[in-house]
């Protein structure tokens, strides 16, 4: 059965402190590993797509990495306006995006 | 280009009742699934459809249901409503060729 378990579940950082964000996972077949930002009461926003391990993309002050069984949201020098939740889905042969509890950021001035 | 857009925002209803939720998908982007949100289970997959087929469903009992029209539009309808699905609904859309998926605001239902 596919599975996604995100820690921390929650993460307090000062601003200028960064961090890491873990997405662990079990999949049969990865066809796509993504993470998005949700704030309260919106709807997921869509950040990332990893395909293959090894994989990296950039934007801003994430960066998110990919291996085999796990994938990690970096932050770097986060700022207040970075306070959200940070959810990991993926995506394997069954078609359907499995998520996981996410990790839910405060970035304090 | 415009977002995923869904309506209603907001829904109270009471329990034995049925809702229809609507959602209109990004331009061009023909797969669209559904979504439950909830503090206790997280984001579940409801059901997704492709060009006006179902093309995967969730762990969701028969009272939820969907379709998709021929311009991508989609709705999910909830029968027999209890007040466990109180919850915010979330559609998202995809285009051909990618696994993405990009999410609309969510529909939050109230159910009393």
């Known amino acids: 059965e596919d599975q996604v378990t995100q820690s921390p579940e929650a993460l307090r950082l000062q601003e200028g402190e960064s961090s890491s964000l873990n997405c662990s996972y079990t999949?049969?077949?990865?066809?796509?590993l993504f993470w998005y930002r949700q704030d309260p009461g919106k709807g997921p926003e869509f950040l990332f797509t990893l395909y293959s391990a090894g994989e990296e993309k950039e934007k801003e002050r994430l960066k998110a990495t990919l291996t085999k069984k796990e994938s990690f949201l970096h932050i770097t020098a986060p700022k207040p306006e970075d306070s959200a939740t940070y959810l990991c889905a993926l995506r394997g042969n069954t078609g359907k995006l499995i998520f996981g509890q996410g990790t839910t950021l405060q970035v304090k001035p | 280009k415009a977002g995923v857009t869904q309506t209603p925002r907001y829904l109270i209803k009471t329990r034995g009742q049925q809702v229809t939720l609507s959602c209109s998908p990004i331009s061009g982007h023909r797969s669209v699934s559904w979504y439950q949100q909830t503090p206790g289970q997280g984001l579940q997959f409801l059901f997704e459809y492709f060009s006006e087929t179902q093309r995967n469903k969730g762990n969701f009992p028969g009272r939820f249901s969907g379709r998709q029209f021929s311009n991508s539009r989609s709705e999910m309808n909830v029968s027999t409503l209890e007040l466990g699905d109180s919850a915010l609904y979330l559609c998202?859309?995809?285009?051909?060729?990618?696994?993405?998926?990009?999410f609309g605001p969510g529909t939050r239902l109230t159910v009393l």
């Open positions: 999949v049969s077949g990865l066809r796509g």
């Open positions: 998202a859309s995809g285009p051909v060729g990618t696994d993405t998926q990009y």
